[in-house]
């Protein structure tokens, strides 16, 4: 017990020293605090060249709202509970293996430094995106679990930021089902991943903004705005039940498993779910919400 004690306490102070670091530039090629203001502040500037919905507003409904879910989201749930609970869980999971003789290395199908480093960053790029275009599909399918999606979902108008309006429960999910998959195929140089994951911010943030944009061709590989609005239609397709468009960098596992939809250019379509008039509209009472929405049934 005393040793997941001290690992939560190093938990927290070692993401705070990391935080540090990364506010005074200490951490550079992979800040992922600047990054992700410099991306945001790139993308929005495209929103105001190129917008898509021309009467949309520049700071659009619930901009800030947006804003501080982004960082949020991004720095300080890590801070308050998500570095802590998945040290601790990756740690119980490793000590049940040792307890039976096995370690999670047993299962490594490979060393990825043995092979080219763009080979090893493509391999996790794609196990990665999978499995979480997999979970995705498990938010919108599973109630339990759409109760806390459907904070992404409330957003009313698309914008850059809205990418990273979630639940806290959300990264918990898709990191615990990411866990596995990515120790199977070998452990992976921090510096290096951080360019997945840059690219993964940036897709993500065009996804949702205000762009007309599906990158041609590309749009059979990449996610894209003119995609994505349609994963966030109010009004679903007859023969859909869950949710069209679930891929979140690529695209191209809806193409596969038929779960594409795009009818029409989808500029003007209302966004949101069944029943969102009631939906709580401020930051406290959204995070409340799946608590709240079981004890009323």
Do not use: C
Not at 34 to 60: M, N
Not at 200 to 225: E, M, Q, S, T, V
Request: aromatic share 20%; proline share 3%.
């Amino acid at each position: 017990m005393n040793n997941y004690i001290n690992l939560i306490k190093n938990s927290y102070s070692g993401y705070w020293n990391y935080l540090k670091q990364e506010l005074f530039f200490q951490n550079q090629w992979d800040n992922y605090f600047y990054g992700l203001i410099v991306i945001s502040l790139l993308v929005w500037a495209l929103e105001i060249v190129f917008p898509w919905r021309k009467k949309q507003s520049i700071f659009r409904k619930d901009f800030w709202l947006d804003i501080f879910y982004m960082f949020f989201n991004f720095f300080l749930l890590n801070l308050i509970i998500l570095i802590a609970l998945s040290n601790t869980v990756a740690q119980i999971f490793n000590d049940l293996l040792t307890s039976i003789g096995l370690s999670i290395y047993s299962f490594q199908l490979f060393d990825v430094d043995d092979l080219p480093k763009w080979l090893g960053l493509l391999i996790f790029f794609l196990v990665s995106d999978f499995v979480q275009w997999n979970t995705h599909r498990l938010l919108h399918r599973i109630p339990f679990l759409w109760n806390f999606h459907k904070i992404h979902h409330s957003v009313k108008e698309m914008g850059f930021a809205a990418h990273l309006r979630y639940h806290w429960m959300e990264p918990v999910v898709y990191k615990s089902l990411l866990y596995i998959p990515i120790s199977i195929i070998g452990n992976y140089n921090a510096k290096d991943v951080s360019i997945v994951y840059f690219f993964a911010i940036i897709i993500g943030h065009l996804n949702h903004a205000n762009l007309g944009w599906d990158y041609g061709i590309f749009k059979y590989i990449f996610n894209n705005p003119k995609m994505h609005i349609w994963h966030h239609a109010k009004q679903l397709p007859k023969h859909v039940r869950f949710g069209v468009n679930y891929g979140l960098t690529l695209s191209i596992w809806d193409y596969i498993f038929k779960t594409d939809y795009i009818p029409n250019s989808g500029k003007d379509i209302e966004l949101g779910f069944t029943d969102d008039e009631t939906f709580p509209e401020d930051f406290i009472t959204q995070e409340m919400y799946p608590i709240f929405s079981r004890k009323r049934k």
